[in-house]
């Protein structure tokens, strides 16, 4: 048995993925999470994986699956990763039904695929409306039977405060906190991945987990890895209010034909049904013939704060729309979106089949995360062999999953994250073996005062956050945080706000100083975790909505109107491919353009210039100091978008 | 409208030290759950006498009933406390941790006995590898029915609270992880060694120690059909016995 060690933080898709593939190559693992691991955000996932089957015989392939997710990424993802990964899901999918993952089936036994945002095939496999479970339990299942067989040690209930960098600044270890009897030690490896998940919580409620608080990444962040695309948030256009949690409602809904509406007059006050169907404003149907109420995430989420806000068309006039499924059948709706409809029958108390939803738009995921490498080979895939990918810019240090910035660039495409864990954490796997194989020494090796060091730090400051005996209470100081970003750095962002935010998050640094610490003892206790945590949201925060300020464009996610290039409504991409095949020839013939398409085609073209970069954080004295990196669009030639 | 809400918790410092009750009341907002309440104390942790006392320790993670971490008895039953809503909860609202684990603070309780569980009865797939192998088996849609249910399992143990058969000091596996068995007993390739897990059954702490008092599968919030699950393992268990009288 190979005597070196990897440390997997995090037993999500991702770090469960990874954990069973290094295994599955001899490696020994230990796995260390904040709870359960079967317990871990990923359950959560609800619609489905892409993978471009095509078993519906509409000529889908994972060519048009790779130009479908870059474009819905505004083309800020680097490319051969997103081709090496739709490469790689129908296998993916394969994998996780030989793994016993109870797919949803067609009459005749094959596995059944359903629509999704941004894509106009059926690409979506699906386990009834817990897709995410389904995939996370036959990972945590195969992980268990690594356990059982030695190959894997679990430390659940334990939690990652850093990583220990020796004098080359290489990552040997990790600083691992034991959240039952309060001991902070260093654990050795000979590389450490973060597969620790998304930051929602830095934004307070929203359709994440308890455990989202991007506080492993932030840390490393910290120790100086770079941090890519932060202000990259997606906002997911349909969730349930709720006062701990906003509960989502899956885009299947959409996909399996909700259709989303408001009343065409202005505060209607009639119940749903007795609004007659012409009364009814399906808006993305009309705006959106093509796409429908499937358009992107990022596009779905700006037209209903339209709709609500400027056209002022909200149910009961406030930021709320339906999304209507009452013309399904019960037995169709049970089958095929049954827990999703039950989740919102138990928080509401209203039934999905005999009335519309009302659903309103909620921060859901990062596109942005800790920078990772990769090696892209000749033709534009990757080399799994290569130790470079999803390594941080600290050697050593690896990241996967949501903590990781590189594969949805402006805005997600539902249904690819869980691709997305899963792919990253298979598919770095030899890597990670090859680079621990090759260290020019071995952990064991290593002075011990390295690791002694590290770990009195880390004791000294949860000593110091124990003896806080401020004002602030730590967890009301993090629900008016999180008020102050969804109110300023959401779906539509104003540079003033932007500004007035970041002043606003100092003043929050300087209140944490005051904090109290308000549980002292020993044994079990989650507060001076959660201070720890809360400035590492802090610091988040500011790497989002600075990141976001500098962003002077409208890509994606990021929507800043007075940057909108105005696409004319008749523009074809195509037209713009045209346009800078004749740029690169030397030559543009202007009259071959409509004046208005050839003007907007200049902005479109100047800004991508400018724009068409990764965002850098990196910190320098208690800020992030934001730069820019190139992004490999050498496969598919950026265009502008278009869903309509 | 009531203007306040108020809690009664069972409280605990350690597995070793004794409990105690304490009562909170806090402000009413609508639409507001028991893990809301809980977030609340935590904001402002006065008691209500007006002492200052340490946050109350729960366990939580997705808030939407499938992690199964946030499982409490609430009002004398088990439940997940994030889909319990204070607007269909008696007043006041009394709090307990599970009584079939041992306590770990508060409120959590620590069911590392049901992960044990689990590995007991192998409930894994082995494959030949990670590899690209081509598709799986084909399957009926009403196999896929039966298995999908049984796969909602989220470990969360109401089912073994609610059994008057299982115990601090005993060692039954307890209907989960039966209807895991039968789950994987029903794969196509995990089936393979459909033998060993009845083995496991029959062992003391099996499927003999089940009572069939039924009160799991009224305890269990994904409606998993439990009793359904021990029947058809008692079944393979008594074919698996006689076919060893007859081979012996
Ligand atoms: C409601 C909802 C529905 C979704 N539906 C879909 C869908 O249908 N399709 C899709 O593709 N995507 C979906 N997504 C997105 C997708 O679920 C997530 O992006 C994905 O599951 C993230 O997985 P992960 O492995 O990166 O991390 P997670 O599953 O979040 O796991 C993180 C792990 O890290 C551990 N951890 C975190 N911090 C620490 C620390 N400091 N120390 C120790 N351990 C730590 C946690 O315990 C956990 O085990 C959905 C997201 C939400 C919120
Ligand atoms: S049937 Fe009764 S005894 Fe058997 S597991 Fe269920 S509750 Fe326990
Ligand atoms: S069978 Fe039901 S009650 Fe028992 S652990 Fe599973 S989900 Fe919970
Ligand atoms: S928090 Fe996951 S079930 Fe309640």
């Keep these: 048995m190979n005597k070196r060690r990897v440390i997997v933080i995090g037993g999500g898709l991702a770090g469960l993925a990874a954990t069973m593939k290094m295994a599955e190559l001899g490696m020994s693992i230990l796995l260390v999470s904040f709870l359960p691991v079967k317990r871990s955000h990923s359950v959560c996932a609800q619609g489905g994986i892409n993978g471009a089957v095509n078993i519906k015989g509409e000529g889908d392939s994972p060519e048009i699956h790779f130009y479908d997710t870059v474009k819905g990424g505004d083309f800020l993802a680097h490319q051969p990763l997103c081709k090496d990964m739709c490469l790689h899901a129908p296998y993916i999918i394969n994998l996780m039904d030989r793994l016993g993952v109870t797919f949803n089936r067609t009459p005749e036994g094959n596995l059944d695929f359903r629509r999704f945002g941004g894509t106009l095939y059926h690409r979506t496999a699906f386990a009834g409306a817990t897709t995410g479970q389904q995939l996370l339990y036959a990972l945590d299942e195969q992980v268990r039977h690594f356990e059982v067989q030695g190959l894997v040690e679990k430390m659940e209930w334990h939690e990652y405060l850093g990583a220990v960098l020796n004098d080359d600044g290489r990552c040997v270890g990790a600083i691992i906190h034991n959240l039952r009897s309060g001991e902070i030690k260093a654990e050795k490896g000979d590389a450490v991945i973060l597969a620790t998940g998304g930051p929602g919580l830095v934004y307070g409620r929203t359709t994440n987990s308890m455990v989202c608080t991007g506080t492993a990444v932030t840390s490393a962040y910290l120790q100086g890895a770079k941090y890519g695309n932060g202000e990259f948030i997606q906002i997911h256009p349909s969730a349930i209010p709720g006062r701990d949690k906003l ?36 808006f993305l149907e009309e705006r959106y013939p093509l796409f429908g109420n499937l358009v992107p995430r990022d596009v779905g989420a700006r037209e209903i704060y339209d709709i609500c806000v400027n056209d002022k068309l909200g149910v009961h006039g406030e930021m709320k729309v339906y999304l209507d499924l009452t013309h399904h059948t019960r037995e169709f709706l049970d089958h095929r979106l049954g827990g999703i409809l039950e989740i919102y029958e138990k928080f509401t108390g209203v039934d ?293 | ?202 062992q003391k702490g099996g499927i003999a120690d089940c009572g069939n008092a039924q009160n799991c599968v009224e305890a269990c919030p994904k409606s998993i059909p439990l009793t359904e699950s021990i029947a058809e393992m008692g079944r393979q268990v008594s074919g698996k016995f006689w076919r060893n009288i007859f081979q012996a």
């Design chain 1, 247 to 282: 509960r989502l409602m899956s885009e299947s809904a959409r996909g399996e034909g909700g259709r989303v509406w408001v009343p065409r007059k202005a505060g209607d006050s009639r119940k749903p049904r007795e609004i007659p169907e012409k009364e009814r404003f399906y």
């Design chain 1, 352 to 644: 999905p089949h005999e009335e519309p939803m009302e659903i309103f738009p909620a921060v859901h995921y990062s596109m942005g995360g800790i920078w990772t490498d990769y090696t892209r080979t000749e033709d534009g895939l990757i080399d799994h062999q290569s130790p470079n990918n999803q390594m941080t810019s600290i050697t050593g240090l690896y990241a996967a999953g949501e903590a990781d910035y590189q594969y949805h660039g402006g805005n997600r495409l539902g249904a690819n994250s869980l691709l997305s864990c899963i792919y990253t954490g298979l598919m770095m796997s030899p890597g990670v073996i090859n680079y621990v194989n090759n260290v020019p020494e071995s952990v064991e090796d290593v002075a011990e005062n390295v690791f002694a060091d590290a770990t009195r730090q880390w004791q000294e400051k949860f000593s110091e956050i124990k003896g806080m005996s401020g004002k602030e209470n730590p967890y009301a100081l993090h629900r008016e945080m999180a008020e102050e970003m969804i109110s300023n750095v959401l779906i539509v962002r104003d540079n003033s706000k932007l500004k007035s935010t970041l002043d606003k998050i100092d003043e929050f640094e300087s209140r944490w100083k005051n904090i109290k610490c308000v549980d002292t003892t020993d044994w079990s206790n989650p507060v001076p975790s959660f201070i720890n945590q809360l400035w590492n949201m802090i610091q988040l925060s500011k790497i989002i909505t600075k990141g976001a300020l500098l962003r002077d464009e409208f890509r994606g996610s990021h929507y800043k109107p007075e940057f909108d290039l105005s696409q004319p409504s008749d523009f074809k991409p195509e037209t713009y491919l045209e346009f800078e095949k004749q740029k690169e020839a030397g030559i543009v013939k202007e009259n071959a353009f409509e004046p208005e398409h050839l003007a907007y085609m200049k902005r479109f073209s100047v800004n991508n210039k400018k724009w068409l970069k990764t965002t850098i954080a990196t910190y320098k004295e208690g800020r992030p100091e934001i730069s820019y990196e190139e992004v490999d669009t050498s496969l598919i030639a950026p265009r502008p978008r278009k869903y309509d």
């Design chain 2, 1 to 202: 409208m009531p203007d306040t809400v108020t809690l009664k918790i069972k409280r605990q410092d350690s597995e070793t030290s004794d409990s105690y009750w304490e009562t909170f009341t806090i402000p009413y907002i609508p639409r507001s759950n028991v893990i809301s309440c809980l977030m609340d104390i935590q904001a402002n942790p006065v008691n209500a006498k007006g002492e200052e006392v340490t946050p109350v320790v729960w366990e939580s993670n997705c808030l939407e009933e499938v992690c199964g971490a946030c499982t409490m008895v609430i009002n004398g039953k088990v439940h997940q406390s994030c889909s319990a809503l204070v607007d269909q909860l008696e007043k006041p609202i009394s709090l307990e941790p599970m009584s079939k684990f041992p306590v770990v603070r508060d409120l959590a309780v620590d069911r590392a006995r049901m992960f044990g569980a689990l590995k007991k009865v192998q409930a894994w797939v082995t494959a030949d590898g990670y590899h690209d192998l081509g598709p799986g088996e084909r399957e009926s849609t009403s196999h896929q029915e039966v298995a999908y249910k049984l796969s909602e399992c989220m470990t969360c143990g109401c089912c073994v609270e609610a059994c008057p058969q299982y115990s601090l000091s005993n060692n039954f596996l307890g209907a989960a992880a039966i209807s895991q068995s039968r789950l994987f007993n029903m794969h196509p390739t995990a089936k393979n060694i459909a033998d060993e897990r009845l083995d496991t059954l029959m």
